[in-house]
């Protein structure tokens, strides 16, 4: 389990976004897909902070398993994620899009998926109804 620092905090918010296309539109064919996951590759110029784990592209939709600091609001995140590769796409494929998107719209639909990932629901409430009983030495979350 990697630990993340920074000023104050030590974290591991891992997220699974996902988000659609407008329309369920099947854009994302593999030359579409593959310029799509280098834009999301680079976006890690401008947000160092930003952890791409794994990046999946479906004709329609895309996931994403994501380390987060905890001073970003994840739908920031999402938000900016979505208008940057929206950009990038109708700019390296314009007439694609205009042909899928006439109105010149963004490419995806309103709204996201997000779930945290990381250690179960069970192994939480244990811990913490456990917490103050009996300590061997120092107390440690196992997982």
Known sequence: MKLHRQAHVVYKTQYHLVWVTRYRRKI????VAEYLKKVLRSVREFHPDWFLEEIGVDRDHVHLHMVIPPKYAVSRVVE???SVTSRQLKEKFP???RKVYWDG???WARGFFASTV???????????QHQGEQETGQAQLEL
């Open 95 to 97: 007439h694609m899009i």
């Open 80 to 82: 900016t994620l979505k």
């Open 28 to 31: 994302l064919v593999p030359g």
């Open 105 to 107: 719209g963004g490419v």
């Open 118 to 128: 990381g250690i179960n629901e069970a192994t939480i409430r244990h811990y913490v």
